[in-house]
Structures are given as C-alpha cells and as structure tokens.
C-alpha cells in the first residue's frame, strides 16, 4: 500500500503522540508499505523546536525508511488558550498545500489523519478527496472537550460551534478510531456511525520495555530500604502533575523516595514546589535507548490525572508501566478507562486527591509481596492488551480493507 500520514507530531520526539505515529508509519514500512508523513519539527513536550531544525522552514528527511515533509509551526512559550490556537492553526494552514500535494503526486491508498491536532483534520480529509483515497481519522484525544473541561479555552457559544464543526468533520471519515472503549464510543455520540468506528489502542513493544535491574535507580542516593515511587514523561495541563507536590510533602519522612523525570508546561512549577525536599530526585526526560532502565527503578508508577479529563484521554505512559512489571498508582475515578485498565495491577484513586495518593503509596511501600503480585499481574495485562505487534497488525488490516 501507499500510505500518506498527516498529523502534528512525529520522531524524534520521545513521548506522546509523535512517538506512536512514528512507531506506527515506521512498522508499515519494514512491512513493505511505502509510507510518506506530512508534520512538524519536533518540538514537544518541551515546547521548543528540536535542535538542528527550523520553525520557518519547509524541509524533507527520510527517518527508518518514512519519507518525512517537515512544515513550519509557531511554537508559544507559554502554551496557553489563544497562543495554543494560534499555534494548533500554524499547521493546519503550513501543512495543507502540501498534504495535498503529496496526496496528488503519491496518489495513496489510503490517508490517515492523526488527532490532535483537529484543526488540521480538513486538510486531511481535502488531500485524501484529490488523492482519490479512503480516509481514516486517529483521535488520541478529544481536545475540543479537553480544552473546555479543564479551562483552556471557555465560552458557552464558542463551545457548541467547534463540536458541532467536529461532528461534522468526524462523519467525513470511512473510518474513525480512537484508543478506549469509552473513547470510541464517545465518537459514537459525537454523530460517527458505530460501523465507522473502530478501537485502535496505544501500544508498547513488551519485547523492548520488561522487568529488568535498573542503572538509574543505582545511581541516585537512596537509604538503604528506600522504596522508589517514580512519574516519568509529559508534565502538562492534562496531566493534573502538581498533585505529586502536594503527594510529596505528605510522604516527607518516609522511606519513599520520589522520581520524577520530564518535561512539559508544568515542570518549572513543580520543579519550585518540590526543590526543598530532599527525597525528590529530578531526572531529564530520558532517551527511547534508556526507557526500560527508567522504567524499571520504580518500585510504584504514578500516573496522577485532573477529574475533568477522564475518558477524554487516555495517558500513553500507562503501557509502558504495565509492561515493566511494576503496580500503578493512578488517579482514577471509579468507573473511568483508566481505573478499569489498573484493576488488579494497581491503585486506583480519587483524581487531584494528594492524601489518598500517599495513603496508597504507603500502602504498597509497607507490603512487599503485593506489589510483586500486582506488579505480575501488571506485565500480564501489558502483554495480553497492549502488546504492539498484535494491535498494528490488526489495523495493517484495516487500512487493507479500506
């Protein structure tokens, strides 16, 4: 097949959406598909362009067989409502001329679109209309609902036009997926014919990420009988990270030690809050090369989410914790996707709430053996559910079909 990808995030950036597209156009083409992708520099999640690449600029690399088209993006300092638009806009407009350049050159059998960002979504749907290809549509997030639950952007008038514009746009597409159940059938209720839709879960390579010693966790001073409760990856507005201040001043003078590792929008504030606390280590947002041996210093993972973002996303990392053996703390309401995917492999608690995250904590730093049983069960569920060789091999047969 031809594949055109269209979508704001692409390696080499090592979190988030950027790094399951790439996986993912990167998979097809060792399967003999000739993959092209339409994106921007890298810039996430540190809000910054990549070193060695241009914000202004139009440039093509080929990466791991994927013939990369690399569009201008504005990229804010501060990420924050209007600026954000802006920014979301700068690559809808920099990257349609050629999204359909390439659709009409290429002539693919199919376009996928990736989502966020929507704003871009038309210009996908117009490329695959002149490339005389099937569309499909990949939501990661819901990012109209996101941005209005959690304050981003607000206005009771501007809220019922752009999901109105978005089921309108969703029903554009021969296939629409998204990463949950709940997700998928949000999409139902947003207007996309249930035959439409289709469950497309983020993944890990269980192969790579698996229960290992751990280099990192050798090298931070730990006492001796330290128990490491460790969040790795993105700190930004959807993330709800600085409960993990407040998580840890309430475990000060135990034998829990917390690690935190990223980058994002809300570091620098929860970097201030947590500089005076000696059992909270820092690490740089490690490399793909060094995940596992990251992954594997933690004795608990913790996954904090905002209240108002559940079923809206999904956090990518939680695949990655599974897969490395280790239980998993999240912030999670009854209910929720996330609170279903950690029964049995971890703590599910109410989200923003910091004293039942250390109670929890605590709970499992008392008890060896459960968390080596939860932990167990955890690398189960990560090998059954979210194993990446079985989930993009279902959807090579999708995109077949199509």
């Given at each position: 097949?031809?594949?055109?990808?269209?979508?704001?995030?692409?390696?080499?950036?090592?979190?988030?959406?950027?790094?399951?597209?790439?996986?993912?156009?990167?998979?097809?083409?060792?399967?003999?598909?000739?993959?092209?992708?339409?994106?921007?520099?890298?810039?996430?999640?540190?809000?910054?362009?990549?070193?060695?690449?241009?914000?202004?600029?139009?440039?093509?690399?080929?990466?791991?067989?994927?013939?990369?088209?690399?569009?201008?993006?504005?990229?804010?300092?501060?990420?924050?409502?209007?600026?954000?638009?802006?920014?979301?806009?700068?690559?809808?407009?920099?990257?349609?001329?050629?999204?359909?350049?390439?659709?009409?050159?290429?002539?693919?059998?199919?376009?996928?679109?990736?989502?966020?960002?929507?704003?871009?979504?038309?210009?996908?749907?117009?490329?695959?209309?002149?490339?005389?290809?099937?569309?499909?549509?990949?939501?990661?997030?819901?990012?109209?609902?996101?941005?209005?639950?959690?304050g981003?952007?607000?206005?009771?008038?501007?809220?019922?036009?752009?999901?109105?514009l978005?089921?309108?746009?969703?029903?554009?597409?021969?296939?629409?997926s998204?990463?949950?159940?709940?997700?998928?059938?949000?999409?139902?209720?947003?207007?996309?014919?249930?035959?439409?839709?289709?469950?497309f879960?983020?993944?890990?390579?269980?192969?790579?990420?698996?229960?290992?010693a751990?280099?990192?966790?050798?090298?931070?001073?730990?006492?001796?009988?330290?128990?490491?409760?460790?969040?790795?990856?993105?700190?930004?507005?959807?993330?709800?990270?600085?409960?993990?201040?407040?998580?840890?001043?309430?475990?000060?003078?135990?034998?829990?030690?917390?690690?935190?590792?990223?980058?994002?929008?809300?570091?620098?504030?929860?970097?201030?809050?947590?500089?005076?606390?000696?059992?909270?280590?820092?690490?740089?947002?490690?490399?793909?090369?060094?995940?596992?041996?990251?992954?594997?210093?933690?004795?608990?993972?913790?996954?904090?989410?905002r209240?108002?973002?559940?079923?809206?996303?999904?956090?990518?990392?939680?695949?990655?914790?599974?897969?490395?053996?280790?239980?998993?703390?999240?912030?999670?309401?009854?209910?929720?996707?996330?609170?279903?995917?950690?029964?049995g492999?971890?703590?599910?608690?109410?989200?923003?709430?910091a004293?039942?995250?250390?109670?929890?904590?605590?709970?499992?730093?008392?008890?060896?053996?459960?968390?080596?049983?939860?932990?167990?069960?955890?690398?189960?569920?990560?090998?059954?559910e979210?194993?990446?060789?079985?989930?993009?091999?279902?959807?090579?047969?999708?995109?077949?079909?199509?």
């Open positions: 097949m031809k594949i055109l990808i269209h979508g704001l995030n692409y390696a080499p950036e090592p979190t988030g959406i950027g790094k399951f597209t790439a996986e993912m156009a990167e998979w097809l083409a060792r399967r003999g598909h000739r993959v092209e992708v339409v994106t921007t520099p890298p810039y996430y999640p540190a809000w910054k362009i990549g070193e060695g690449y241009s914000g202004w600029l139009w440039r093509n690399e080929t990466i791991n067989g994927v013939r990369v088209h690399r569009c201008p993006l504005y990229v804010p300092g501060r990420p924050r409502g209007l600026s954000r638009l802006v920014h979301l806009a700068s690559f809808a407009a920099s990257s349609l001329p050629v999204a359909i350049a390439r659709a009409i050159v290429m002539r693919p059998d199919v376009v996928i679109a990736v989502a966020p960002a929507l704003v871009s979504v038309p210009g996908s749907r117009i490329a695959a209309w002149l490339g005389g290809a099937p569309a499909t549509l990949h939501i990661q997030d819901f990012e109209i609902d996101a941005a209005f639950a959690l981003i952007v607000s206005g009771g008038g501007l809220r019922r036009f752009a999901l109105g978005e089921s309108c746009l969703l029903r554009r597409f021969q296939r629409v998204s990463i949950t159940p709940a997700m998928v059938a949000r999409l139902v209720d947003k207007g996309v014919t249930p035959s439409r839709t289709l469950l879960p983020n993944w890990v390579d269980t192969k790579e990420i698996r229960p290992a751990s280099e990192p966790r050798r090298a931070i001073d730990l006492p001796e009988g330290a128990v490491v409760a460790l969040y790795s990856g993105n700190m930004g507005e959807k993330q709800g990270v600085e409960t993990l201040a407040d998580v840890a001043a309430t475990l000060s003078g135990s034998n829990v030690h917390m690690v935190l590792a990223g980058a994002g929008a809300a570091a620098p504030r929860l970097q201030a809050a947590t500089q005076a606390m000696a059992h909270v280590h820092w690490l740089a947002l490690q490399p793909a090369s060094r995940l596992n041996d990251l992954l594997n210093a933690a004795d608990i993972h913790l996954l904090p989410q209240a108002d973002a559940a079923d809206l996303v999904m956090p990518s990392k939680l695949a990655f914790m599974l897969a490395s053996g280790r239980p998993v703390v999240a912030g999670a309401a009854a209910g929720t996707a996330l609170a279903r995917a950690i029964e492999c971890g703590i599910a608690v109410p989200p923003g709430d004293a039942a995250m250390a109670g929890a904590i605590r709970e499992l730093a008392r008890d060896e053996p459960r968390r080596r049983s939860l932990g167990a069960k955890a690398r189960e569920r990560a090998v059954a979210w194993d990446r060789e079985a989930i993009l091999l279902a959807y090579e047969r999708v995109l077949e079909s199509l």
